[in-house]
């Protein structure tokens, strides 16, 4: 393989309290930590420990968002990636982009870059969607490998072992593919200040949805966004009978 892209998110970080705004049109970002989508990170991970075992000669890392989307580009180049494109898409419509645009983008990216590999995050820790890597290797036409735990070269493709509801499952596919990284894939390494530092100087690509010939018109409209109902406190029985009285009293049996 010589190329390995590798898709990165920007996303509220993991370990802040997500705020829904006053006029429910969205969630406060405005002020908010942001960081790597976690399963991104791990896509990163693994696709620098291909090119550290001679596998991959190249690791390119892209993100489609506005301007910030850069800060976790630069992280992706901290943590070995040897160049970035950031595909930017204004604030504004940012909000309304969908995981068809964001395959449609990639996979345009795939080609243009002859990649050999695209290895994503599963899914984004913000929408939950888990559609982006299924719907690039649709677009592209090539084999798909997702929930990946484990990923080892063979001279005839890849064999990959996948996080399923029953266990795990393993497949072999040729390359070019698209996977997508599951949670026990790898531990994702620290970016190290002389590597944050070097980051700095590697090359970062600047392109437009329109350079690539890509519309991204919106395709839904968000009408409200709610906060979760607030759950009820519990209350402690005394005994079976107790507990049978209250569930007859709530109407539940």
């Known amino acids: 393989m010589s190329r390995v892209l590798v898709g990165v998110k920007r996303v509220i970080d993991y370990a802040v309290k997500v705020r829904v705004k006053p006029d429910k049109t969205g969630v406060v970002t405005q002020g908010v930590k942001h960081s790597m989508n ?25 993100s489609v968002g ?5 800060e976790v580009l630069r992280t992706a180049l901290a943590m070995g990636a040897d160049r970035a494109v950031h ?29 050999d590999l695209v290895i994503l995050g599963k899914q984004a820790i913000d929408d939950d969607a888990n559609q982006t890597a299924q719907m690039t290797a649709a677009f592209l036409d090539w084999p798909q490998g997702t929930f990946c735990n484990k990923i080892e070269k063979t001279d005839a493709g890849l064999t990959i072992t996948r996080e399923i509801d029953g266990g795990l499952e393993t497949i072999k596919t040729k390359t070019p ?43 839904i409209e968000i009408v409200s966004v709610e906060d979760p109902p607030v759950r009820q406190a519990g209350a402690t029985v005394a005994d079976v009978d107790a507990l049978v009285a209250k569930l007859k009293e709530g109407g539940h049996i």
């Open 177 to 219: 593919a698209v996977l997508s990284a599951d949670l026990r894939l790898n531990t994702p390494r620290y970016a190290t200040l002389p590597n944050i530092m070097k980051a700095k100087k590697k090359p970062l690509k600047k392109v437009t949805a329109k350079d690539l010939g890509v519309d991204t018109s919106p395709r």
């Open 87 to 115: 595909v930017e898409i204004p604030a504004a419509e940012y909000e309304l982009l969908q995981p068809i645009h964001v395959s449609k983008i990639l996979a345009k990216l795939a080609l243009d870059e002859k990649a």
């Open 38 to 62: 976690p399963f991104d990170e791990i896509a990163v991970e693994e696709a620098v420990k291909l090119k550290e075992k001679k596998l991959a000669e190249e690791v390119v890392a892209v």
């Open 66 to 70: 506005p301007a910030q989307s850069q």
